[in-house]
Structures are given as C-alpha cells and as structure tokens.
C-alpha cells in the first residue's frame, strides 16, 4: 500500500491504528460479531479517505468524501453489520456505497456483495478502489438505490447508507424470507436506524436500534420514458371491441370529452366513434356533441332520428368540409342511426353542434321555425337580423363594420330575438329547443365577429363559453339522467389552465369550465400522434391536402412517447403524480391549417400533460382522414341553407 504510506504512516502504522480501533472503538462498545470485528481489521479504510486524509483513518468519526457525502464513522459500519448478522454464504445489497468502504467490510464477511452509488463520480471511484484491493466478490452500480437491485434479489441482508423519510417498497420486497434490512429513517436531526425482518411473504418485523445521523437518501425522480412506459396500457386494435372496453373505467361520468391533435386524423375519428358506441350501449350515454356547428348537427340529428325529409348530406358544406364531411364519420352516424332505430323518441342518442360559425345557417334556421309557427314574429326577426344580412356571407367583415354606431343596435337587436325566443317555449319541445339555440348562437356569433376584430382572448374565450353553454342546455333540456360525449380538438378539451393557452393568454375553454362546473364527473381525455399523414390545409378556405405529419420536435410529449416505443396505447393520468408527467412540455396543435415548415411557432405550446388530461390517447402512427367520394361534386346552391 505504498500509496497510502507516502501519507507519512507505514503500512505497519495503519495495521496498528487499525487494531486500536477496534479494541477501543467496536469492542469496548459492545461489537461482539467475531466476523465483524475480524474483518474490520482487516480492511485498509486509508485506501477509503480522500488524499491527505489518510492519518485520520482510524478516528473515531465519519469523514468527508467528494460531493459532500461522507465515509461512515467505522462503529456505524460495525454496527450495521453486526445488526445484519451476515453469514458467510449471504447475499448483500448496501444502498449508498459513497467511498466502497462498508461494501469493502461486507465483502470480507459475506459471499456476494451487491452496491449501488447514485453519484456517478463516487461510484467510479470507488468501483477503482475495490479493484484495487482484489476485492472480486463486490459489484457496484452507478443509481438508485432505493429501486434496489432487483436481478440479484433476494438479498439475506440489505444496508442503507442514507436516510429518507420513509422505507423504500422495492428494498422490503427484495429481501429473501428472514432476510434483514437495516435502514436509518427520519429527516435531519432525527434519525433512527432500523432493522426490518421478513419473516414471512407479508410479514415484517420492525426494531429501532439507535439514534443516528446519516446523510440524505435520495430518491431520483423517474426519468419521463420510464414513467410513461409504466402508465401505458396497450390498446387492441381500433375494430376489436376490446379497445373501447379500455374506456369503461369513465362509464360513470357525467361528460367525457374527447379531443383529437388535428382534424383531418383517421385514428382519431375511429377511436372516438368505437368509444362513444361503446358508451352508448353499455353506459348510458345519450348525447354526443361535438364541434361543428349548430345548424349542421341539426341536420345530422333529424337523419339518425329517422325523420321525414332529413337531410344529412345538406350539412357541412363549408370550409373545412373534410371535418365532417369524412368517411370515418359517416360510419359513424350510421351506426347512430341503427341504434336509434327500435327507440322511442326520449331514449334516441342526439347528436348536436356545440360551435357558432354557421350564424347564417341559424338565422334561416330561427326564421325557418317562425315562419311556421308564428309569421308575425317572423316578420320582426327578419327586420331584426337585417342588419346581419349583408354580413353572413362573410362574418369576419363585420367586426369591422360593427364598430360604427349604426351597428351597435344590431347588438340590441340580436339578444332581443334571443330573449323573444326563449321566452316562448312551447308544446313543441325539440323544434322550440332546435330554434332557441339557433337564436342563442346568433346572439354568440354577432359578439363573437365583433371581439374579434380586436383580437386576442376575448373571442375565444367568448366561443369556447358559448360551447360549454350550448352543452348544459343540451344535458339540462334531455334530463338529470342524460349523459354526453363531447368531440373537440385538445385544445378545447384539455384543460386551459394547464396549457400555454390559459397561463399566458388568458385563455380558457371547454376542458376548463368542464371541470370547474362537474368535477369527477367529466373526464378529459385528449389524443396523440407522433407522425404519418393528415388531411388539412395551408390557409383558410384553402384545398384540402393529405400533408406528411413531420415527426415530432424533440422537446416535446409526443417525441417522448415516440421515444419510451410506445404504439397504440391508453395513458390513465388520473392520480398520478409523478413530477415528470405534470411538467410543462411542448405539445403539436394541428387545426385545419398544417404548416410544416413553420411547426414550431404555429403548431406547438407548453403543456402539463397529467394536469391538462385525465387521460390520452397515443397512436405513434396516423393517417389522414378519407373525404366522402360525393365531395368531387360540384357543391350546393349558393343560397343553401339561406334559400330566400
Ligand atoms: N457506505 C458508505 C457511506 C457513504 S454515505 C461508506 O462506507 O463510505 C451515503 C452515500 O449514499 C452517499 O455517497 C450518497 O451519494 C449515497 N446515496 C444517497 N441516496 C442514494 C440513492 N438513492 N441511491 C444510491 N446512493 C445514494
């Protein structure tokens, strides 16, 4: 040991030292372990110590090693053992192996040892140490320890060379039947070290053996691929009924809402559709509303209701057309349709639009109805919504016009139709309902137009209220016992409070108002996608385009599940805490709009995905939606659904 004795103690001097240590220290304190105390003299704790402090070796206290950790004092290691009552064929876990020294002693006594050092430079020292000494039964690994070590479970004996708060499961499960684990518990200043006994499968024994002090035990938070690959359920194949059975754990609720990353994703549309199929059927669930527009979703209402004269393919002949207008939907509705068929009109699923653009489709939609039930009150809302007239065609122009006084009564004029008709309600629930709401989203839409000419939060805040309205209506108008699905991109169902949206701007939404108005019982639920094709535009009004979905930025949640190789896969977040899932991340936004070359700024914002959600939806891979062959016809007369 020539390296030690250049510290100007001989080698003989340190053997000295070494036994007076353990006369005076160990024995004379009640070590009585002859393995014990013969193999703490026969380890060199100077080849331990930092250089320079080599002549301290053998005092009676703990000494500073790198990173602020310490060596042990030599009793505490004593002690230790000597509570493990290591047998010479044992197998041993220490936790902390901080300079290798108490290793070093456990080897001497025991068959294998096993030791684990969560800093890397302390591990790699100490891993040199040992070698040095030939000291071939010790394995020592860079981590942490309080996950134990489990390909060498079990252990006859487990030490730990730091103290936390609580006892680690892993550790308790890693001990063989008698085995024991001696543990210091407690925080600064107050420390006991432990010895735990398993007796049995389930049985442990617990006896405090002295006060003492040891340096942090410090449990590493997860890293995030680990935590997502252990949140991750697998999911079956879209068209296996077990894929929506995944979903029954939110049967219970009020309102799920489920989102989509774009609106042009095949797997989105079908994975929502066999989810509120199967909610329908096996949950109760009887409303499915979603974000398309009132007039439109009326329209698709009366054809699964099987009315005379329904025409579906009359709706959604606007921009984005695709959303609606796909043939994943249109499996869909036709599945709404055979279920309703045999049913009476109060157990029907309807189906609604929660969203307000089509302000042209409601005005006809509010006439419509007068006209039949009360043409002079028809004749008033026609003068009433004149001032709209020129508008419709183009609402976004309004915004600007309505900043004149003479457009400020049209205000007036739209919530006074809005009021009239609320007013009225009649024998005629369904139609009544159908017109109030249309007069509501005109009422939303004329404000709508005219915040937004000044932009910022207020206009979609305004939307996204109106949205969450036109669903308590909706919930209240069908009875205490109704219960919705919502469709909706992330952005509107993922709470806004949790997301770049509503920390930053103001911003809140349907997610939001969701939770703040039914708690537990509306379960949020988005969807996620790392690459492949979707159908979407580049500008408003633009062609619809299949475009390749880039694979996502690295920084973000999606290149992380992408990265933990997970495929179809359900994420259940509810009551999980781990910090990594509730950290704030970048998260892909594809509308109807994809603009590749600028992905970061148009389609990505922080988001905590574990707060945002209670779960998600993961689907590595995507494809664009298919459009309806119909779609290549020429379109509808210009004045549908105006007509007049
Ligand atoms: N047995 C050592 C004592 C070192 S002090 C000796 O004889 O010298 C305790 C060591 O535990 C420190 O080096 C510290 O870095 C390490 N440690 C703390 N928390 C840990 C964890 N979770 N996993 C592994 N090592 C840990």
Known sequence: MSQTASAGMSPAEFAQARIRMVEAQLRRRGISDPLVLKAMGEVPREAFVPPGFEEFSYEDSALPIEQGQTISQPFMVALMLQAAALGRHDRV????????????????IAGQVFTIERHRALAEAARARLRALGLTNIALRHGDGTKGWPEAAPFDAILVAAAGLTIPQ????????????????????????KRITRSGEEEFQQETLAAVRFVPLVEDADSLTTVLRATAEPLPALHEPSFAQAFDRFGDRRVVLLGEASHGTSEFYRARAAITAHL????????VAVEADWPDAAAVNSDIAHAAGARRDAAFQRFPTWMWRNVEFEGFVEELRRHNQDLPADRRVGFYGL????????????????DKTDPGAAKLARERYGCLMPW????????????????????????????????????????WFDAAQNARLVASAERYYRVMYY???????????HMFETLTQILEQRGAQSKAVVWAHNSHIGDARHTEMGALRGELNIGQLAREHFGDDAALIGFGTDHGTVMAATEWDGEAQVKTVRPALPQSWEAALHDSGLQRSLLDMSGRTDPALAAARLERFIGVIYRPESERLSHYADAALARQFDAYVWFDRTEAVTPLESDARAGMPDTYPFGM
């Not at 008698?178 to 420390?191: D, F, V």
């Open 355 to 370: 969203d307000l653009y089509n302000m042209r489709g409601s005005i006809a939609a509010v006439l419509a109805y007068l």
């Open 280 to 287: 329908i059927r096996e949950h109760g669930f009887d409303i």
């Open 170 to 193: 892993a550790l308790k499960d890693q001990l063989a039947i008698g085995g024991r684990l001696i543990i210091p518990t407690g925080s600064e200043g107050e420390q006991l070290l």
């Open 93 to 108: 876990l220490e936790v902390g192996a901080g300079s290798g020294y108490a290793a070093a002693v456990a080897g001497h």
């Open 455 to 465: 932009g910022g939060a207020e206009s979609w805040n305004l939307r996204d209220t």
């Open 392 to 431: 419709q065609r183009d609402p976004a122009v309004y915004g600007r016009v309505a900043l004149s006084d003479s457009y400020r009564a049209c205000e007036e004029e739209v919530l006074a139709q809005c009021r009239d008709l609320f007013h009225r309600q009649t024998a005629d629930g369904p139609a």
